[in-house]
């Protein structure tokens, strides 16, 4: 183990699997179901992180609440089509999570995902118990308030300067930075790496497994 952690959390999409091209695609044709203009893809990145009704009104700020609920609905039915299949994970996830828990370390993760989003990929994966926790961003404030963080530290009874984020949006490294923890950079996601780097993470990775040569002390 790395001798300044002992808790890994993880974002899920960008960062653990490789779904950013569909929610940038339900994101789209989400719009155009609902008559709205698409936005480009790198402003759909840009979102990428944030709880749904957040990431919607930031494209979108114009909407009335009711139409925020309608263009969530248009998007979800478009996700789940596409992902009847759940995104693959990026390589060297599984692996590494497996060397994670082998080696001592608390796992967590915190996503922009829904409750029920997060539980179905969880399932396909069999990993419905595998994270000490998770959450979601429909059961607690979005990214970047710290909260989500903060309920992962009291439930694992993890002190800050103890744990470690790990994401691919400027989101997840602003949440880390609020709630007084550590952060990597993943440039392989959402966001290109030159653009959070501003955030000053301990480390920017554009491979999954560089993370996990870091933590054991390997070269990549």
């Known amino acids: 183990m790395h001798p300044d952690y002992d808790l890994l959390i993880f ?55 009711a139409q925020v609920v309608e263009f969530r609905q248009h998007y979800a039915d478009c ?15 599984a692996e590494s999570l497996a060397a994670f828990r082998a080696a001592g370390y608390r796992l967590a993760v915190a996503t922009g995902k829904a409750r029920r989003g997060l539980d179905r990929v969880l399932k396909a994966h069999g990993w419905e118990a595998y994270f000490d926790i998770t959450r979601a961003a429909d059961e607690t404030r979005s990214k970047p308030h710290p909260l989500m963080l903060e ?12 744990a470690l984020m790990v994401g691919d949006a400027s989101f997840d490294l602003l949440m880390a930075r609020s709630a007084g923890i550590d952060a990597v950079a993943v440039g ?20 999954f497994t560089q993370l996990h040569a870091w933590l054991t002390g390997a070269t990549t």
């Open 151 to 162: 309920e992962i530290l009291a439930h694992c009874q993890v002190p800050r300067e103890r």
């Open 79 to 93: 996700y789940m089509a596409m992902d009847s299949e759940p995104s693959p994970l990026f390589p060297g996830v």
């Open 188 to 207: 392989y996601g959402a966001m290109p790496l030159d653009s959070l780097l501003v955030h000053e993470p301990v480390l920017a990775i554009e491979r």
């Open 11 to 65: 974002d899920w999409d960008g960062t653990l699997a490789d779904s950013i091209g569909r929610i940038v695609e339900a994101m789209k044709v989400a719009a155009r179901t609902a008559g709205y203009v698409e936005r480009d893809d790198e402003a759909i990145k840009g979102i990428i992180g944030l709880a749904l009704p957040e990431a919607i009104l930031t494209l979108y700020p114009q909407l009335s609440d």
